[in-house]
């Protein structure tokens, strides 16, 4: 069946530190790749995508993200974190050409908090 | 652009009561999604639609109904509100299959 796990429900980091937050999927092909960002009380960001190509990306605020083939994994990682990032962040996956579904698929979410 | 927007951004509801949330988009997107967020479960798929007049269910549809007469809205109506419904609520709409989705700010509601 078609998954996406992001293991760490919780993670809290110091501002400053490096961050990475963990996605694996499941899925019978190779999908397109999502992560987004969810402040308190608002809608999904989307920080950055993966559709083909060079498996590291970059995206907004600093966010970069590294598709690992052999892992499953789409895991998303930034250098220095600051208060701003603490959010909710979602990876997702969606159906990669030609296919015959149009679904997303997305994680339970990881809650970020950051210390000061 | 507004990009998507959905009204109204809180609502309470008797179990029950029936109601339409609205969601549109100016950015001409053809597939446009309903999906209901709950603590320690992600986003879930309720409806979508890939074209106006064209619809099919999601993961989670039960107690809820869609229609597509045009490119720009999409709402989802409660038929018989259920206290299991209360969620919150994101409209999401993209260009075609292999672009990103845009989500709106979200309607909380809360069924008692």
């Known amino acids: 069946a078609q998954s996406v796990t992001q293991p760490d429900i919780h993670i809290t980091v110091s501002e400053g530190a490096s961050l990475e937050l963990r996605c694996n999927y499941s899925?019978?092909?190779?999908?397109?790749l999502f992560w987004y960002v969810q402040s308190p009380g608002q809608g999904l960001q989307l920080l950055l995508k993966?559709?083909?190509?060079?498996?590291l990306v970059q995206g907004i605020k600093g966010f970069e993200a590294e598709f690992k083939r052999s892992q499953s994994s789409f895991n998303l990682r930034k250098p220095s974190v600051h208060w701003s990032d603490a959010a909710e962040y979602f990876c997702?996956?969606?159906?990669?050409?030609?296919?015959?579904?149009?679904?997303?698929?997305f994680g339970t979410g990881t809650r970020l908090k950051v210390l000061a | 652009n507004a990009g998507v927007t959905q009204t109204p951004k809180f609502q309470v509801l008797k179990t029950g009561q029936s109601m339409t949330l609205q969601c549109a988009q100016d950015?001409?997107?053809?597939?446009m999604s309903w999906y209901r967020q709950d603590p320690g479960m992600g986003l879930r798929l309720i409806h979508y639609?890939?074209?106006?007049?064209?619809?099919d269910q999601g993961e989670v549809p039960n107690g809820y109904n869609v229609s597509r007469s045009t490119t720009e809205d999409f709402p989802l109506r409660l038929l018989s509100a259920a206290p299991s419904q209360t969620s919150v609520y994101f409209c999401?709409?993209?260009?075609?299959?292999?672009?990103?989705?845009?989500f709106g700010p979200g309607t909380r509601l809360t069924v008692t």
């Open positions: 899925y019978g092909a190779t999908p397109y």
């Open positions: 950015m001409n997107h053809e597939y």
């Open positions: 639609s890939v074209g106006a007049g064209i619809t």
């Open positions: 993966y559709f083909s190509g060079d498996t």
């Open positions: 999401a709409s993209r260009a075609g299959q292999n672009y990103e989705q845009y």
């Open positions: 997702a996956v969606g159906p990669p050409l030609p296919s015959g579904t149009y679904k997303y698929i």
